[in-house]
């Protein structure tokens, strides 16, 4: 059962335009989100992460927008930069429990184009 | 400073085989994690370690098992490995369980294990 849901497997997206990658969780425990990028032979890179608390958390070119009421989350990168094709992973936890075990989505390659 | 460690980089195992992998915490961090990652899919937790006990535990037979020492370092074992067991092991640390600066999980680079 796929609790984190990645549902776009791909997007393609102009340097300098801003991506948009999108990620629904259906456990209301999930309290805590993050946003992981990974190139090829290596780990998850953490990016960025928001508490269920607030709706937005930004830093520098990555914002991460939380709706709770509809159990979706977004980053956005703005201006995307080749550099940033890569696969990115939604996570969850639920900081509530006492544990920070992470729940993954099933990530998004994202390829910009020069 | 030196991230998560993690050895060895590739491992070719055949069925029935046990595998041993190892990792090494950032400097600090007394919370490790296992996660398995198969082609496609996004990392699945296996197990975490605090301060050498279980702290919690995926959805996995008992031929995994994982055990933390005084450094913080761990251990993944698997045993009896069967095909379905080759994907990429990721290792990830963290300050703690719980409490500020706990909820990031930073990862190592992996052992990609290959079951023939």
């Known amino acids: 059962d796929q609790q984190v849901k990645q549902n776009s497997p791909s997007l393609s997206v102009q340097e300098g335009r801003i991506s948009i990658l999108n990620c629904d969780y259906t456990?209301?425990?999930?309290?805590?989100f993050l946003w992981y990028k990974k190139y090829p032979a290596e780990g998850p890179t953490f990016l960025i992460s928001?508490?269920?608390?607030?709706d937005k958390n930004e830093d520098g070119r990555f914002t991460v927008f939380l709706n709770k009421s509809a159990k979706h989350l977004s980053l956005h990168i703005v201006p995307s930069q080749p550099g940033d094709s890569a696969v990115y992973f939604c996570?969850?936890?639920?900081?509530?429990?006492?544990?920070?075990?992470?729940?993954f989505g099933t990530g998004t390659r994202l390829t910009v184009i020069p | 400073d030196a991230g998560v460690t993690q050895s060895p980089t590739h491992l070719i195992k055949t069925r029935g085989q046990q595998v041993t992998l190892r990792c090494s915490p950032i400097?600090?961090?007394?919370?490790v994690s296992w996660y398995q990652q198969v082609l496609g899919q996004g990392p699945q937790f296996i197990f975490q370690?605090?301060?050498?006990?279980?702290?919690g535990r995926g959805n996995f037979p008992d031929r995994f098992s994982a055990r933390q020492f005084p450094n913080y370092s761990s251990e993944l074992n698997v045993n009896a490995l069967l095909l379905g067991d080759s994907a990429l092991y990721l290792c990830?640390?963290?300050?703690?369980?719980?409490?500020?600066?706990?909820?990031?999980?930073?990862f190592g680079p992996g052992t990609r294990l290959t079951v023939t």
């Open positions: 456990n209301s425990m999930f309290d805590y």
């Open positions: 370690y605090y301060e050498k006990e279980e702290r």
């Open positions: 990830a640390s963290s300050l703690g369980t719980s409490g500020q600066g706990s909820y990031e999980q930073y």
């Open positions: 928001i508490s269920s608390i607030k």
């Open positions: 996570a969850a936890s639920k900081r509530q429990t006492g544990a920070n075990n992470l729940f």
């Open positions: 400097s600090g961090h007394k919370s």
